[in-house]
C-alpha cells in the first residue's frame, strides 16, 4: 500500500513538472527566496490568463536578460507597447491572485 502511494506521488510530481508553463519554469529556477512552488503556479496561472504562449516565452527572457524589460518597455514600437500593456496586466493579475507583499 504504502509503495503505491509512494510511485502515485512521485509519478504526480513528475507530471506536474512536465506540465509546468515557462513562466512557472523560470520563477521555479530562479534564486529568490520567495519563489516557492505554489507562488509560481500562482504566477503561472496569471500568465496563462492574460498572456499568450509566445508572450509568455518572452517574458521568461526578461527574467535572463533584465535589460529586455527595459528596452521593450522604453521601445515605440506598436507591437512592443501592445505586449508591455499586456505584461502590465499581467502583473496587476499576479498581484491580485498571489499576493504582492513578498
Not at 52 to 59: C, E, G, L, Y
Not at 67 to 79: P, Q, T, Y
Request: proline share 2%; with cysteine.
Amino acid at each position: 500500500m504504502t509503495k503505491s502511494f509512494l510511485l502515485a506521488a512521485a509519478m504526480a510530481m513528475f507530471a506536474s513538472a512536465a506540465f509546468a508553463g515557462p513562466i512557472e519554469r523560470a520563477c521555479n529556477r530562479s534564486d529568490r527566496k520567495a519563489a516557492t512552488r505554489a507562488l509560481c503556479d500562482c504566477i503561472q496561472e496569471a500568465a496563462d490568463m492574460t498572456l499568450s504562449n509566445s508572450d509568455q516565452r518572452r517574458a521568461v527572457s526578461f527574467f535572463k536578460d533584465p535589460d529586455k524589460a527595459h528596452n521593450v518597455w522604453m521601445s515605440k514600437s506598436r507591437g512592443d507597447d501592445a505586449f508591455w500593456d499586456r505584461y502590465k496586466a499581467f502583473g496587476a493579475q499576479a498581484e491580485a491572485m498571489c499576493g504582492g507583499s513578498n
